[in-house]
């Protein structure tokens, strides 16, 4: 199971913040990460501002995770 963000009961203003937390936790794991931001489209926009300003690769879409965010922190990928 992959570590895992749910921004379930954040505010927008808050996302931010959060994210960048989590990406720093986990950058150098060599893992992929989920976060969780529902069906939101502002929690999605706040949650790539955050990972596209830190380069990474994501993937948002996926059939199986309507309203999750997967971030690839593999090395390989950079």
Known sequence: MNPTLDLHGYKHHEVQ???ARFIEDWLGEGVFIDIITG????????????????????MTGLPEHSGKIRVVLYNDYH
């Open 39 to 58: 069906h939101s489209e502002q929690m999605v926009k706040e949650t790539v501002k955050v990972i596209q300003y830190y380069g990474l690769e994501y």
């Open 17 to 19: 913040n959060a994210v």
